[in-house]
Nanobody, 120 residues
Framework: QVQLQESGPDLVKPSQALSLTCTVS??????????WSWIRQPPGKGLEWMGA???????YYSPSLKSRISISRDTAKNQFSLQLSSVTPEDTAVYYC????????????WGEGTLVTVSS
């Protein structure tokens, strides 16, 4: 059973960087050919795909975030991480780590999500 758990600060000041980590159990991020992804949902809005890192280490980012986002991985800890720079209150959202279509029935694996608020 694959499980994902997000961790990181729940409050970030404007102009600072947001950093979150997803700890994975039940699958290896270094050998499993998944798109290890980050998705967010601002309050009252829909889901937004942010980016992904694949098992070979290549990254893919949303064009709207490409100048501010970085996704990396730590294979020793079986974790992948999100960094979003120069945040504004518009980056306030629930952030999820997700593995799309990875379950045996084709559905996604989702972390429980973590609310990050950008405020001074």
């Amino acid at each position: 059973q694959v499980q994902l758990q997000e961790s990181g600060p729940d409050l970030v000041k404007p102009s600072q960087a947001l950093s979150l980590t997803c700890t994975v159990s039940g699958a290896s991020i270094s050998i499993t050919n998944y798109y290890w992804s980050w998705i967010r949902q601002p309050p009252g809005k829909g889901l937004e795909w942010m980016g992904a890192i694949v098992y070979g280490g290549s990254t893919y980012y949303s064009p709207s975030l490409k100048s501010r986002i970085s996704i990396s991985r730590d294979t020793a800890k079986n974790q992948f991480s999100l960094q979003l720079s120069s945040v504004t209150p518009e980056d306030t959202a629930v952030y999820y780590c997700v593995i799309p279509e990875a379950a045996p029935d084709g559905t996604d694996y989702w972390g429980e999500g973590t609310l990050v608020t950008v405020s001074s």
